[in-house]
T-cell receptor
Framework: QQQVKQSPQSLIVQKGGISIINCAYE??????FPWYQQFPGKGPALLIA?????SEKKEGRFTISFNKSAKQFSLHIMDSQPGDSATYFC????????????FGKGTTLSVSS | GAVVSQHPSRVICKSGTSVKIECRSL??????MFWYRQFPKQSLMLMAT?????????EQGVEKDKFLINHASLTLSTLTVTSAHPEDSSFYIC??????????FGPGTRLTVL
């Protein structure tokens, strides 16, 4: 029940295309859903996060869509660029201070130019 | 934005020695810090949760006597890998609880044990 399932494992998108990564969770107590971007040899960087009181959040080219009834959330990267090539992790937690994040297994995105 | 630093970024040591990794929150106070381990092409594995002024809480399967964690102040947590062996070679990453429960990660420390 603590798992966060992420798909696909890897993704190849052409420059200018839309990258879509999906995550699903079981624990209905989760109420904080961040996405992290990680480049090789670096720590993860917080990209965008959503709480279940909204169904969508957009920041620049990055959008999170959230479906509470289906217990799913997804990351959409519009106009994908080669610089977006990285590993993306979804995560979830109970939104209290001091609570650890549960991470998905990650998606390696390659944007071809 | 919130910045978390780690030192050192890379360390190579001989088998049997101990290595200390520092994690600092530079522009905010963090009551809670987390330590993760990451193997190549894998996700982050939570090792322990570190609370300022109290003992760390370790995840199942993580040896607390091998991975010593100290959170002496609201801006510093340390991870000491004692009697390191080659199988301890990994990428160690810390994170700190920031504003509104956002977690900010350090740049990671690459440990290689020969």
């Amino acid at each position: 029940q603590q798992q966060v399932k992420q798909s696909p494992q890897s993704l190849i998108v052409q420059k200018g295309g839309i990258s879509i990564i999906n995550c699903a969770y079981e624990n209905t107590a989760f109420d904080y859903f961040p996405w992290y971007q990680q480049f090789p040899g670096k720590g993860p960087a917080l990209l965008i996060a959503i709480r279940p009181d909204v169904s969508e959040k957009k920041e620049g080219r990055f959008t999170i869509s959230f479906n509470k009834s289906a217990k799913q959330f997804s990351l959409h990267i519009m106009d994908s660029q080669p610089g977006d090539s990285a590993t993306y992790f979804c995560a979830a937690s109970v939104g209290q201070a001091g609570t650890a994040l549960i991470f998905g297994k990650g998606t390696t995105l390659s944007v071809s130019s | 934005g919130a910045v978390v630093s780690q030192h050192p970024s890379r360390v190579i040591c001989k088998s049997g020695t101990s290595v200390k990794i520092e994690c600092r929150s530079l522009d905010f106070q963090a009551t809670t810090m987390f330590w993760y381990r990451q193997f190549p092409k894998q996700s982050l594995m939570l090792m322990a949760t570190s609370n300022e002024g109290s003992k760390a809480t370790y995840e199942q399967g993580v040896e607390k006597d091998k991975f010593l964690i100290n959170h002496a102040s609201l801006t510093l947590s340390t991870l000491t890998v004692t009697s390191a062996h080659p199988e301890d070679s990994s990428f160690y990453i810390c994170s700190a609880d920031g504003y509104s429960h956002e977690q900010f990660f350090g740049p990671g420390t690459r440990l290689t044990v020969l």
